[in-house]
DNA sequence: TGCTGATGCGTTATGATATTACATACAATG
DNA sequence: CATTGTATGTAATATCATAACGCATCAGCA
């Protein structure tokens, strides 16, 4: 099951089964899993949606696993830079990767409703702005796609909005 | 000339070229194409790149347009709501349209060395993403489109870059 | 003319996001 | 057991953005 998002789904499998890929990944490229990097994924998980780094370090704060913004920072930018969570750049917020460990680039969809995020995949070099870069001698390293509109709930639920 | 923007070019004319394109669109529109507004395109074009707005704010401060951040903020509000300029998400920057008037979802090549950035076009609804967010159900509105890489003068100087 | 609403601007204050810099802890290496 | 590299703790600061209020201007209208 490749789910983009807006589906009704087993959260708890969910969230079980992307700690335990990202463990894998960890052992496999020896990388720290530390307390507060778990915990933080753990957060964004369970919260599943994109939430804001000083939101986070709330939680952390609460838990006793850190109280200063660098904590949260840190922790994000090794999930992030890892492809464990991403930035959405839109919201200014971090997100918890739907498929760790597989190569991909991320493209999201957003809903200005709800704030809900759903994670798709876009392949930037591919289409049109890949296209384009080539004909500009760019070369493309990492792309940022996000789309803003109406998810399916809330174009149910507002019919006006859509 | 569509230019995409790492190129050489006649800036002076560019420059010329897009503030009669937005006067035009703003006449047409019955839009106030204020000295504050007009000052803050000015400024976004003979830079020709991307601009933060506390570097706009200094400008206008020198000159005696206006001292406080939400004067820049608003002008920009104006230019970005009206497709004059666009934000660039992932640098929390901004930065003339190159094609004012014309409707279009536009798209930034953003290089990692110099900070030069391109627009080039996107189709959102298109390709991967559109078909992503058609399965999904979710009704793209808007969308951020911006490849981070190196561009074709970087590519060049530090080949090792590349 | 005088009222009224809409829009833009001036200013203060505050909020939200993110980083620098330096000190400390601790495990792995030799 | 000294060295080194990585992670964490903490204070301070930098950067980006908005809320809220009041005033000025101008168009539409009684
Ligand atoms: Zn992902
Ligand atoms: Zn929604
Ligand atoms: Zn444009
Ligand atoms: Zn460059």
Redesign the pocket.
């Known amino acids: 099951m490749d789910t983009i998002g807006f589906e009704q789904h087993d959260h708890k499998s969910c969230v079980q089964g992307a700690l335990s890929a990202v463990e894998a990944q960890c052992a496999a490229h020896k ?2 899993f ?4 778990r915990r933080v994924l753990e957060i964004l998980l369970s919260e599943h949606r994109a939430m ?4 986070i370090l709330d939680v952390l704060r609460d838990e006793g ?11 994000l ?2 999930l992030v830079s890892h492809r464990f969570a991403h ?1 959405v ?1 839109r ?4 997100i918890a990767c739907t498929h760790p460990g597989q190569t991909h680039t991320p493209a999201f969809l957003i809903c200005r409703n709800c704030d809900a995020v759903a994670e798709a995949h876009a392949e930037p070099t591919r289409g049109i702005l890949g296209k384009a870069a080539d004909e500009a001698g760019f070369a493309i390293e990492q792309a940022v796609v996000e789309a803003v509109g109406l998810c399916p709930n809330c174009r149910e639920g507002h019919p006006a909005c859509a």
Chains 1, 2 share one sequence.
């Open positions: 990388l720290q530390t307390p507060v990097r804001g780094a000083y939101e696993l850190g109280s200063q913004p660098p904590v949260a920072y840190r922790a930018d090794f930035k750049e919201l200014n917020a971090f």
